[in-house]
Nanobody
Framework: QVRLVESGGGLVQPGGSLRLSCSVS????????VGWYRRAPGKEREMVAT???????NYADSVKGRFIISTDNAKYTIYLQMNSLTPEDTGFYYC?????????WGQGTQVTVSS
């Protein structure tokens, strides 16, 4: 059973930073790619950032230059460093791993950007 568990969410002021972590129960390289997604209030879930085993990353236009996705394969952990946060970044953040035929999801962590 593949499990992903997010942590690191919370309340932060505009302009601040947070780092989300996602602990995975298997080798990250076993996935085709892993990533972070978010669901803002009243909106559909959207891709935030993804990264492939070879390190190729992809970002939503709204977070380019502010967010960085990375992995620590030895610790089976996926990170999302979020800088220069704005209220528009508020949402429930999920990590995800794409297997051969199944996409696995964590339970999510809330990020609230507010003064």
């Amino acid at each position: 059973q593949v499990r992903l568990v997010e942590s690191g969410g919370g309340l932060v002021q505009p302009g601040g930073s947070l780092r989300l972590s996602c602990s995975v129960s298997q080798r990250i390289s076993a996935f085709s790619y892993v990533g972070w997604y978010r669901r803002a209030p009243g909106k559909e879930r959207e891709m935030v950032a993804t990264i492939r085993a070879r390190g190729t990353s992809n970002y939503a236009d709204s977070v380019k230059g502010r967010f960085i996705i990375s992995t620590d394969n030895a610790k089976y952990t996926i990170y999302l460093q979020m800088n220069s946060l704005t209220p528009e970044d508020t949402g429930f953040y999920y990590c995800s791993g794409r297997g051969l035929s199944t996409t696995y999801w964590g339970q999510g962590t809330q990020v609230t950007v507010s003064s």
